[in-house]
């Protein structure tokens, strides 16, 4: 028998990593298919749906603001808060005057009060206004927000 290589290095043996990669690409692509992703939810409510269909006429409205320091205004017309019934009787005097101020024939019938509250007040400012609507007989509220990302 000849030796044919007598005159070479014999070359190390290397690990080809080509197919390994290939393998784990497969087995990624299998765990991210086969992965079930789930959701944990606290409270199971339904959100409220809206309409692109525009009111016919536009509720008579009372915009409520308050501030971070306390401070209520009914109709841009700043109010002193001397309890949630002073408070009442402040929206049912806004409710039986106009927007430019002159007193209305009769008083507006259900109005919708507009809660415009900054958002370092404190709860308890804003459960005063929903307290005063209720006792002013006035059920329909809302809130206003503005659109995320601007100030």
Do not use: C, W
Not at 100 to 112: C, E, R, T
């Amino acid at each position: 028998m000849m030796d044919f290589r007598r005159g070479r290095k014999r070359e190390d043996p290397e690990i080809n990593l080509i197919p390994f990669i290939d393998v784990l690409l497969v087995v990624l692509i299998f765990l991210m298919v086969t992965t079930t992703y789930s959701k944990f939810t606290e409270l199971q409510i339904t959100l409220p749906t809206a309409d692109a269909e525009k009111a016919i006429d536009k509720p008579f409205e009372i915009n409520v603001t308050v501030d971070a320091k306390g401070n209520y205004t009914v109709n841009n017309v700043p109010v002193s808060f001397h309890g949630v019934a002073g408070l009442a009787e402040d929206l049912k005097r806004a409710a039986s005057t106009g927007p430019d101020g002159q007193p209305l024939a009769s008083p507006a019938k259900d109005p919708v009060i507009i809660v415009n509250a900054d958002q370092f007040a404190m709860h308890q400012m804003v459960i005063n206004v929903l307290e005063a609507a209720r006792m002013a007989g006035y059920e329909k509220l809302t809130f206003a927000a503005q659109s995320g990302g601007q100030k």
